[in-house]
C-alpha cells in the first residue's frame, strides 16, 4: 500500500526566454519546449488560461507532447473571479470548462481559482461561488483550488466553507497576500513566491529541504503545524497529493528550484515515466 501520496514540483509555464540556455539547452527549438521541460519536471501551471480561452485542439496538443504521469495544473479564467458579485459567475465557469480542458485527460491536475487582493471574503457569495464549481465533469472528477489574496479570508468561516465542498486553499507563500495553510481538500496546492534569482535555486538550500519535508508531510496525511493557520480544526488523515510551484520571483531559478525539491522529496522521476 501506498506510504504516500504524489508529489508533483513545477513552474508557472514553460515559455520564457531568460530560461533558454539557463534550463533550457542552448539551441532548443521553441516548439519542443514544453517537450522538454515535461521531462525534466513533474508538472507545470498554466498561467494563460487565466487570461484566453484556449480549445480542445490546443489541450490535446499539450497532452501529446509529454509523458504519462506530468499534469498541468490550469488557471480558472480571470472572468470567472474578477467580478463583484461572485455567485454571478456561473456562465464564465461553464465556458471555461467547456473550452476542452478535459482533453488533457489524466494529465489534468487541479483547476486554480485566483481572487485579487481587493476581493474580500464574503461567506454567502463565496458560498454560492464555490457551488458553481463542477466536482465532476465529462465524466472526470475535477479537482479545484483557490488563491485568496486578502487577509479577510484568514478565518474558521472560510476554512469550514472550504472544507463543506473539498476545495482546496492554495498556500502562496507570499510576503504580502495572506498564508492559509489549512487542509481542506484531498490535496495540498502550494505557489512559493519568495524566490531570488541570485541564489542558484531559487530559495536557499535549506528552504528547499525544509519545503521538501513539507510535502513529505502533507503527502503522508499529516498537517505542517508551523505554517500559519486559520482555524484550529484540523483534518482527518488521509494521503494527499501535493502540488508545489515556484512562481514569479526567482524565475530564472524556478526550474531548478522545482528540480530539487524533486530529488529532496523522492517523487517519480520524470526519466521513469
Not at 10 to 24: A, L
Not at 116 to 140: I, M, N, S, V, Y
Not at 241 to 253: M, N, T
Amino acid at each position: 500500500m501506498a506510504k504516500q501520496g504524489k508529489i508533483y514540483a513545477g513552474i508557472g509555464g514553460w515559455t520564457y526566454e531568460p530560461w533558454r540556455g539557463v534550463f533550457y539547452p542552448k539551441g532548443l527549438v521553441h516548439a519542443k519546449e514544453l517537450e522538454y521541460a515535461s521531462r525534466q519536471l513533474t508538472s507545470i501551471e498554466v498561467n494563460g488560461t487565466f487570461y484566453r480561452t484556449q480549445n480542445a485542439k490546443t489541450f490535446k496538443k499539450w497532452a501529446s507532447e509529454v509523458p504519462d504521469g506530468f499534469v498541468f495544473a490550469l488557471k480558472g479564467v480571470r472572468y470567472a473571479v474578477n467580478r463583484r458579485v461572485l455567485g454571478e459567475a456561473g456562465d464564465s465557469i461553464k465556458r471555461f470548462m467547456d473550452s476542452g480542458v478535459t482533453e488533457l485527460g489524466d494529465k489534468l491536475g487541479p483547476l486554480l481559482w485566483q481572487f485579487a487582493p481587493t476581493k474580500k471574503f464574503d461567506e454567502a457569495d463565496f458560498g454560492k461561488f464555490l457551488e458553481l464549481l463542477p466536482q465532476k465533469f465529462d465524466g472526470r472528477k475535477i479537482r479545484h483550488v483557490v488563491e485568496p489574496r486578502s487577509e479577510t479570508f484568514s478565518t474558521p468561516a472560510f476554512i469550514k466553507l472550504a472544507r463543506e465542498f473539498g476545495v482546496s486553499i492554495c498556500y502562496t507563500d507570499h510576503i504580502d497576500y495572506v498564508n492559509i495553510a489549512d487542509i481542506t481538500g484531498d490535496f495540498v496546492y502550494a505557489r512559493l513566491q519568495r524566490g531570488k534569482d541570485k541564489v542558484k535555486t531559487g530559495y536557499p538550500p535549506k528552504d528547499i529541504e525544509t519545503w521538501a519535508k513539507h510535502a513529505k508531510v502533507w503527502a503522508s496525511g499529516k498537517d505542517v503545524a508551523a505554517l500559519p493557520h486559520a482555524d484550529k480544526t484540523k483534518p482527518a488523515a488521509s494521503l494527499r497529493d501535493v502540488f508545489i510551484y515556484f512562481i514569479h520571483e526567482g524565475k530564472v531559478r524556478a526550474p531548478a528550484a522545482a528540480q530539487e525539491v524533486d530529488q529532496d522529496s523522492e517523487v517519480i522521476s520524470p526519466a521513469s515515466f
